[in-house]
């Protein structure tokens, strides 16, 4: 974002113009009142204006931008000498003191309050001094001396208040600068976690189709293939297989349509937990497998649905490994309400393992929901003796 600088041609800017005038005015009301006639003094006097004009713009704009306190004093030095010869060459004609008012102004642009009250009295000094150098008169400075104070103070307030108000728009622009800056970076964070929003509620559909309509056409697809086997052999059974598969595809249309009720509420009422595990174990029983569930303590009531949502995913999705990898002829579930603040689902099968234990999607899902709860997860493989997943969720009952 573009900023502008509006306190720079205000003060320093406009010091260089007044200081000019200043100047200019000075020259011009002593050479019409002033009784110096020689030629030689009226350009001595031009060459001193000229020089003191062009130390106070460039002298002033360099040392402006310097660091050195040495240098500063140096230019506030030959400030008082310029100004106080041409105070004395001119005879203090007219409105020449008012030549030394522009330093005050200088001195509390670059300088400390203590400097700057310190370049004020050097002022005063040089006024009385250059007075007195052509006059020899104390009646003389005493006369000039009240409007030259007063103009003293007015200059140094004043240049004080602009310094005040510069400095506070500084701040300011500072301020804003800031904030546009905070503005563009919540933005950015805005479109991160919208970004973050739907990458999340993708992987959340994700794991809804796999885990629940994936499991049941696993299962239905195992009970068809039994059908085509029975059928000829035992065709009241395969019949039996049959109808079970029919039985599951209506289950299936109703696991759909409460996962699309869960991603729009993201709620979902379900019954005991215990009893749809059950379920989903007198499915899975065959001739070939054995599946065993069982619950340890006594059943408590959870508050969050998502908890019984993803126990009962990651039950589901344990028995589908098993028929569809593991070759296992035994498959124990087991849900524990023991444990005082957590509840933990173990599955264990007897099957041949696995070489690696990275996990397709339905692993991924189960170790993404459980982290979304704050719970643990970990996996037993050994390879040619079974896996076991065991799931640890805290609890507030």
């Given at each position: 974002m573009k900023?502008?600088k509006?306190s ?9 113009l007044?200081?000019?005038l200043v100047?200019?005015i000075?020259?011009f ?7 110096v ?6 350009i ?5 204006s000229?020089?003191?004009l062009?130390?106070?713009i460039?002298?002033f ?10 240098l500063?004093l ?7 000498l310029l100004?106080?010869?041409?105070i004395y060459f001119?005879r203090?004609a007219?409105?020449?003191s008012?030549?030394?008012l ?10 400390d309050?203590?400097?700057a ?12 001094i250059?007075v ?5 008169n104390?009646q ?10 007063v ?5 140094y307030?004043?240049?004080q208040?602009a310094i005040t108000?510069?400095k506070?728009r ?6 804003a600068?800031?904030?546009s800056?905070?503005n563009?970076q919540l ?6 976690v ?8 993708r ?6 189709i796999?885990?629940?309509l994936?499991h049941?056409?696993t299962?239905?697809?195992m009970q068809?293939?039994?059908a085509a ?7 009241k059974k395969?019949?039996?297989m049959?109808e079970?598969?029919?039985?599951m ?13 869960a991603?729009?509420?993201?709620n979902?009422?379900?019954?005991e ?6 379920k989903?174990?007198?499915d899975?029983q ?6 065993n569930?069982t619950?340890t303590?006594?059943p408590?009531q ?5 908890i019984n949502?993803t126990?009962?995913r990651a ?7 098993a028929h569809?990898y ?6 124990n579930?087991?849900?524990?309400y023991?444990?005082?603040?957590y509840i933990q689902?173990?599955?264990?099968d007897n099957?041949?393992?696995a070489?690696?234990i990275?996990?397709?999607?339905g692993?991924?899902?189960?170790k ?7 719970g643990?997860?970990?996996?037993d493989?050994?390879?040619g003796?079974?896996?076991i997943v065991k799931i640890r969720i805290?609890v507030?009952s």
């Amino acid at each position: 974002m573009k900023t502008n600088k509006p306190s720079e041609f205000s003060i320093y800017t406009g010091t260089d113009l007044a200081f000019a005038l200043v100047v200019f005015i000075s020259l011009f009301s002593a050479f019409s009142t002033s009784p110096v006639s020689s030629i030689f003094l009226i350009i001595l006097i031009i060459f001193l204006s000229m020089a003191y004009l062009s130390i106070g713009i460039y002298g002033f704009s360099y040392i402006r931008k310097s660091k050195s306190q040495g240098l500063k004093l140096v230019y506030f030095f030959l400030l008082y000498l310029l100004g106080g010869l041409i105070i004395y060459f001119g005879r203090g004609a007219s409105f020449s003191s008012l030549l030394l008012l522009p330093i005050i102004a200088h001195a509390v642009m670059v300088l400390d309050s203590d400097w700057a009250l310190s370049v004020n009295f050097g002022v005063l000094i040089t006024y009385g001094i250059s007075v007195w150098s052509y006059s020899h008169n104390i009646q003389e400075i005493w006369r000039g001396l009240p409007i030259f104070f007063v103009g003293q103070v007015f200059i140094y307030i004043f240049a004080q208040m602009a310094i005040t108000e510069q400095k506070a728009r500084e701040r300011l622009q500072v301020l804003a600068d800031e904030l546009s800056e905070a503005n563009r970076q919540l933005s950015e964070y805005a479109e991160q976690v919208h970004k973050l929003a739907i990458v999340q509620e993708r992987n959340r559909f994700a794991r809804e189709i796999h885990d629940g309509l994936g499991h049941y056409l696993t299962t239905i697809n195992m009970q068809l293939n039994a059908a085509a086997v029975l059928a000829l052999k035992d065709p009241k059974k395969a019949v039996y297989m049959l109808e079970n598969a029919q039985k599951m595809t209506a289950e299936a249309l109703v696991d759909v349509r409460n996962s699309v009720f869960a991603l729009r509420k993201d709620n979902i009422e379900l019954e005991e937990l215990p009893q749809r595990i059950q379920k989903l174990v007198d499915d899975q029983q065959s001739a070939d497998r054995k599946v065993n569930f069982t619950v340890t303590g006594v059943p408590i009531q959870i508050n969050d649905p998502q908890i019984n949502l993803t126990l009962y995913r990651a039950a589901q999705e344990t028995l589908s490994n098993a028929h569809k990898y593991s070759q296992a002829t035994r498959v124990n579930l087991d849900l524990d309400y023991s444990s005082s603040g957590y509840i933990q689902f173990t599955a264990q099968d007897n099957g041949v393992g696995a070489e690696t234990i990275d996990g397709g999607f339905g692993l991924i899902g189960i170790k993404e929901r459980v982290r979304l709860l704050n719970g643990e997860v970990t996996i037993d493989n050994q390879p040619g003796q079974g896996f076991i997943v065991k799931i640890r969720i805290p609890v507030v009952s």
